[in-house]
Every structure is written in structure tokens, then in C-alpha cells.
């Protein structure tokens, strides 16, 4: 699912929402892509969260601030508001209480951005209605014994999900492997990226 | 100054010294003053031409300047000899190194076993207690001496660590990066215990005549039980394991008192040993140095002492050191993130315990080695 920047598309998007100069705090960043790619292409002041050794070695070769930390602690070291945007692509699934970390990122952030993998495409629907097996796709790339995703969700239960507990979605924006999808996203669309704020 | 270079490594080096305070004596945070002063030091790689790749090395408690490089006659390098050097993580053919000994020491800088010039004989208990602040001040005369406005950086493991970090509190325009390794911002009870046991045990020594052994027979017993502690807690569970085990040295014979076990022998070696390097009255001085250590300065809250500091820190915590746990430094970088100071938080695998800052380099090494490369802007 990447191009010629090595990103994906979920993670250009980002860097087009993403303001000039903004304040970024990446939960979950990984080896550091997205948030190198903020730093030169939108000069933001950024910072990231990670909990894998190796990565943290990546992301500090890349000159990057990050932290070696659990996102389900939680962020109550950073005050009310202190980040513009607060990113939690392909890392919502992944963390043991997805409630409180959204919670908290939309304390600490204006705005945060969610990524994150689609269960209820055809293609998973297929394989589990109809071949009756947990679905791999390149989304969800994982056999149901090695995996680090906790949760699976769908592209209407997180619409459904924001509005239950009054989080505004700002922007929407849908993918497969090679382009942006803009119909039956919740059916095509193999990631969800969303824009929420607090309703 | 480096000379020979041989194999790599830094080859022959040796120490300087730089006395200062002979007119007007250095005042100690305790409000005593000390005239003159000597710090003991070494510097290894060149300084460029703006001054500007000067890197601080400060040791650990049992530490000295001879931080890289081998002494004439040395079978052995220094203390980081494998951090130091052409092409390691404080590289020596980019960066200009400085490794400071610490005042209330005992390896060419002024402490406890010094003359005082007031009556001819060693100081002894007449010392002034110093701080970790004292230390660092008598520092920024040295680095005033070497005419470095700024430093491109400050790093130590453990009182390294709070060395560095009281340099960017108490120097905050002199510092562009901190690294501090294995380290507190300040010295828990159960520190303040193992030290105290420490030199409870010199005090103990029926040697010890309240500090007046200079001349006679030393406390070494003392010394040697408060060092055979420190050994212990510098390692860990799982590291003491696979180095001793439940071996015995010759085999068993019988019980006895004698230190049949390898770890026994180990420790006596080494507790015996430390006499020959290390005056006791430095043990006691600089242990209560470190336990009196506290960044935030009882002002409560560490982020207050951090506000405004624009030197980028690189903390980093080992997780299998039980001494200094990553707790620890884990509430230095979070004081960062709530005082708006860019910092970089990492805690490295490792199973040597405390030690590991001086033998699992590999990790530590590669995330040095990228923080100075940013910092300088890539020099």
C-alpha cells in the first residue's frame, strides 16, 4: 500500500491534513515514517509514543522525539489541549482500551486523527460468511494467533461509535490498496481515516 | 592529549589537572570555601574551530577522568573505552571529549585525602560536605579554562547521569543536549539505604579513627564490605546467575567461612582490591553527595526546574536496573513533556543490571551516536 514516498496512502492523507507548523504528538509511531515526513514536509513540532524496542531505535536514528511508552497508560503527563493534532493510525485497534486513549487524545489534542483497518469489507466478509475463516487481507494481514490487533471494527461502527459519545468526525477519507474510495466505503474501503474533534 | 593511536582505539592517554580558586576561594553550596581547587581530567579527539563539538563525559560514583584509552603501563583502557573513541558513539574523530573527575574525589582532584594548605595535612573530615551542585560548579571552571561557551553536550550513567542533568539546571545556557543514563533526578530511601550501609561499614572499620587514617593502616575492610555491597547492586539477579552460578572456586571441601562460592571470591577480589584506587573519606563524602542530590531542588515539582531549558535530552534507563530503576527515568522525561522540553525516552533491554550503561553498549551506543549527529546539525 505504498508509493514512491514510502507511505501509505492512510499516512499521506495525514500529511495533508496535518497544518504547517502544527504541534503532532503520534501515538504508536512505529519506525517513524508518518512523523519524519511531518517534520520535513510540514515542519511540525512532533513527538512520538512507542512500546516496540526496535522501533524506538528507528524512529531516534530519524532524529525524531519519541518515547518509549504503554498509550494505555494513558498521556496525563501532557496538559489539556497541549497538541494541535494527537495521531493514532493503525494503532486504535491495537491498545487494550481503546475508549480511554481516545478519550485522552481528545483531551490533550484539538483534533485527532484515527486510522484505522476495516472489517467489514467483501473480502472479509466473504471469507468469514462464507468459508466460515477469520479473514486475512492486506489490511488485516494477521493469522488469528499472531496478531496485535484486539479489536475489529467496521467503518459504520466507528461513525456510529463517535456519535454515541459525541465526537465530531470533521473529515472522513476512505482507501483500498491503491486509491481513495468514495462509495459504499464501509463495503470497498479497506482503512478508514477520520478527523475528530470533540462534539 | 591523545598521542599514539593504535588499533582503533585512542591509544596512550593521560591525564591533565587544572587547579583554580587560588586567590578567591570556590564557595561551596554549603556556604564554605575551598582555596585552591584542582580538577583532575582528560580530553580526547580536537576541538573545531567554533568550539562547538565539545562533548562533557561525568563518571559514576567509583568513577575517574581516565574515562577512554590506555595509562602507560595499563593493561587495561578506561572505564568507557568502548563508547569513546575514533568512530565510537562519542566519536573522537568528530567530537572533542572531556571526561571531568568530580571535587570530594580522590583521583587527582581536590577532596578529603588533600592537603589543606591551612595546616599542611590532608583535609580528612575538615573537607567541606559537597554537592553534586559543587561538583558541577568546579566543572564550569574547567570548561571556562577550555574556553567552550557552549556545550554540545553533557552524558553520564548514574552520578554521570546527575551530574549532566544538574549541569543543564545550573547551566541551562552552556548545555545544547543532556544525556543522562541510568540515572534520578533524585535519590529514592532505598538508595539512600544502600549508601548509608556503605559507609556505616568504613565507619565501622577499627581503622577508621574518624577519618584520621592518613599515614597508618587504612579501613580497608571497611572500604572493601561497603565496595562488595555497591558490586551487588550494580549487577543483577539473572546477570549474577549466569556469571557465578552456584559454582565453587575449588572445588567442596567442607563448609567453611572462607569464600568457598565464585560469587564470594569474586566480591573479596574485588572489595579487597578497591583500597588500592579509592580513599575511603571520598566514599563517604561522595555518597552523601549523590543522596543529598535533587533536581527540583525541594521546590517539589520537576517540571518548574525545567521550564524554559532548551537542551534536548536523550534519557535513557536500562530495564533490568534494579538500582536505578526506569521508573526513575521515566518521571525525568515525563518533568520534560510536561515542561515543554524536546526529549527522547528510551529503555533498552538488557539483563546486566545497573552495570549495563558500562557493558551492553551496542543500543546505547546507536541511539548516542544519531542524538549527537542531530544535535549538531550533523558537523
Keep these: ?199 | 592529549m591523545m598521542t599514539a593511536r593504535g588499533g582503533g582505539g585512542l591509544g596512550i592517554v593521560e591525564t591533565k589537572y587544572q587547579t583554580f580558586a587560588q586567590d578567591n576561594g570556590f564557595a561551596t553550596v554549603g556556604g564554605k570555601t575551598l582555596s585552591p581547587v584542582t580538577l583532575a581530567y582528560e580530553t580526547y579527539g580536537e576541538l573545531n574551530a567554533d568550539r562547538s563539538n565539545a562533548v562533557l563525559v561525568l563518571h559514576a560514583l567509583t568513577g575517574d577522568a581516565h574515562a577512554a584509552g590506555f595509562h602507560k603501563g595499563d593493561k587495561g583502557p578506561g572505564w568507557w573505552d568502548n563508547m569513546i573513541g575514533p568512530g565510537k558513539a562519542f566519536d573522537t574523530d568528530k567530537y572533542f571529549i572531556i571526561c571531568s573527575n568530580v571535587l570530594g574525589g580522590c583521583r587527582g582532584s581536590t577532596g578529603p585525602s588533600s592537603i589543606n594548605p591551612a595546616t599542611g595535612k590532608p583535609y580528612a573530615l575538615d573537607f567541606p560536605l559537597v554537592t553534586v551542585g559543587d561538583m558541577v560548579n568546579a566543572q564550569r571552571h574547567l570548561v571556562d579554562y577550555l574556553r567552550i561557551e557552549r556545550l554540545l553536550s553533557v552524558a553520564g550513567g548514574s552520578m554521570g547521569g546527575m551530574q549532566a542533568l544538574q549541569w543543564v539546571v545550573s547551566y541551562p545556557e552552556r548545555v545544547r543536549s543532556v544525556i543522562p543514563i541510568a540515572t534520578t533526578a533524585t535519590h529514592s530511601p532505598q538508595q539512600i539505604a544502600f549508601n548509608e550501609v556503605g559507609r556505616q561499614a568504613i565507619m565501622a572499620d577499627p581503622n577508621w579513627n574518624d577519618g584520621n587514617y592518613y599515614g597508618r593502616e587504612l579501613p580497608a575492610k571497611g572500604l572493601s564490605v561497603a565496595r562488595m555491597i555497591g558490586h551487588i547492586t550494580y549487577m543483577s539477579d539473572l546477570s549474577m546467575s549466569e556469571k557465578f552460578g552456584r559454582r565453587f572456586r575449588n572445588g567442596h571441601s567442607g563448609f567453611s567461612f572462607d569464600p568457598d562460592f565464585e560469587v564470594e571470591g569474586y566480591l573479596q577480589y574485588r572489595g579487597d582490591n578497591f583500597i588500592k584506587r579509592f580513599d575511603p573519606n571520598s566514599y563517604l563524602y561522595i555518597t552523601k553527595a549523590i543522596d543529598y542530590f535533587d533536581l527540583a531542588n525541594g521546590k517539589g515539582l520537576l517540571q518548574e526546574v525545567l521550564r524554559g531549558v532548551e537542551a534536548r535530552f536523550l534519557v535513557i534507563a536500562f530495564k533490568s536496573d534494579w538500582l536505578y530503576p526506569a521508573h526513575q527515568s521515566q518521571e525525568t522525561a515525563k518533568a520534560c513533556k510536561r515542561a515543554g522540553v524536546k526529549a527522547i525516552y528510551a529503555e533498552l533491554n538488557s539483563t546486566w543490571g545497573h552495570d549495563a550503561f558500562l557493558i551492553e553498549v551496542e543500543e546505547q551506543a546507536h541511539l548516542i551516536t544519531h542524538f549527537l549527529k542531530n544535535v549538531s546539525g550533523g558537523i
Excluded at chain 1, 491534513?17 to 515514517?33: F, K, Q
Excluded at chain 1, 515542519?43 to 522501533?55: F, L, N, T, W
Design chain 1, 1 to 199: 500500500m505504498s508509493d514512491r514516498l514510502g507511505l501509505r496512502l492512510d499516512q499521506k492523507v495525514i500529511v495533508e491534513i496535518i497544518t504547517p507548523g502544527a504541534t503532532v504528538l503520534d501515538l504508536g509511531c512505529g519506525t517513524g515514517e508518518l512523523l519524519a515526513e511531518l517534520v520535513k514536509e510540514k515542519h511540525v513540532s512532533g513527538e512520538g509514543i512507542e512500546i516496540d524496542d526496535q522501533a524506538i531505535l528507528e524512529c531516534v536514528a530519524k532524529g525524531l522525539n519519541v518515547f518509549h511508552d504503554d498509550i494505555d497508560r494513558g498521556l496525563s503527563e501532557y496538559g489539556d489541549r497541549s497538541f494541535d493534532f494527537v495521531i493514532l493510525n493503525q494503532t486504535f485497534q491495537q491498545v487494550k482500551r481503546p475508549d480511554e486513549v481516545l478519550k485522552e487524545a481528545l483531551r490533550v489534542a484539538t483534533k485527532v486523527i484515527v486510522g484505522f483497518p476495516n472489517f467489514a469489507t467483501l473480502a472479509t466478509r466473504f471469507q468469514l460468511g462464507i468459508r466460515g475463516r477469520v479473514p486475512v487481507t492486506p489490511s488485516l494481514p494477521y493469522e488469528w494467533h499472531d496478531t496485535p490487533n484486539l479489536h475489529f471494527l467496521s467503518i459504520l461502527d466507528f461513525i456510529d461509535y463517535c456519535r454515541k459519545r459525541h465526537i465530531r468526525i470533521e473529515k472522513a477519507f476512505y482507501f483500498n490498496a491503491k486509491k481513495r474510495i468514495r462509495t459504499f466505503p464501509n463495503a470497498f474501503a479497506h482503512v478508514g481515516v477520520f478527523l475528530v474533534t470533540k462534539g
